[in-house]
């Protein structure tokens, strides 16, 4: 079936430092989805990619969707400790339904 | 806007007993609602697609005698734990379709403790 690998699971940075997550599916996807979620909360869409090779920017981060749709990256430059929380990739498979698959998550923590 | 509201934010229950969470879609229309569980630091599972007016898609090994979802209007669909047991303790999170929006994305809920003694 359908899955979606995310590594690493977890990931210590010290605040400045970049950081990023990664996300591969076994099979080729629609559209990707990234979440974040803070500690406690609940998860918080960011984006979406959809076309081949795309690359997209809000600030300090930086999503790409892979050639062959089957894999993603979220880069975030200089953390800060605001960016504290687990980030979800999440692989739409194209059903009518808007189905979604999501990683196991990456839980970033940034030390002042 | 795309607010996604659940109630109870948290419940503690015997074992044996009944459990109904909500999940409500504020200031939109959703036809779709997603029911997912999160257990401690891991990721979310998918456990039933919600469609309003129809009978709930279940994932592979979710038992649906057990969860019983109705989603019975535009705004509600509702979860039921039925016959509890400890082993259903987790954390149950909703999330619904607003499909006006420019992307497919989910609006989640604020999720729903279950703890079943």
């Known amino acids: 079936g359908q899955q979606v690998m995310q590594i690493p699971q977890y990931q210590h940075v010290q605040e400045g430092e970049d950081f990023t997550t990664y996300c591969n599916s076994s099979t080729t996807l629609s559209n990707i989805q990234w979440y974040k979620q803070r500690p406690g909360g609940h998860p918080v869409f960011l984006i979406q990619?959809?076309?081949?090779?795309e690359v997209k920017k809000q600030k300090r981060l930086t999503f790409q969707f892979g050639e062959a749709k089957k894999n993603s990256s979220l880069h975030i430059t200089a953390t800060q400790t605001t960016d504290v929380g687990t980030y979800f990739c999440a692989g739409g498979y194209g059903g009518s339904q808007g189905n979604l698959i999501f990683g196991k998550g990456t839980k970033l923590s940034v030390k002042p | 806007g795309a607010v996604v509201s659940q109630h109870p934010s948290w419940v503690i229950c015997k074992s044996g007993t009944s459990v109904k969470i909500e999940c409500r879609s504020l200031d939109f229309q959703a036809t779709t609602m997603f029911w997912y569980r999160q257990f401690p630091k891991q990721s979310l599972m998918l456990m039933a697609t919600?469609?309003?007016?129809?009978?709930?898609?279940?994932e592979q090994g979710v038992e649906k005698d057990k969860f019983l979802i109705n989603h019975a209007s535009l705004t509600l669909s509702t979860l039921t734990v039925t016959s509890a047991h400890p082993e259903d303790s987790s954390f149950y999170i909703c999330?619904?379709?607003?499909?006006?929006?420019?992307?497919?994305?989910?609006?989640f809920g604020p999720g729903t403790r279950l703890t079943v003694l």
């Open positions: 999330s619904a379709r607003d499909h006006w929006t420019p992307y497919n994305e989910q609006f």
């Open positions: 919600s469609n309003e007016g129809s009978k709930a898609t279940y």
């Open positions: 990619l959809v076309k081949s090779g």
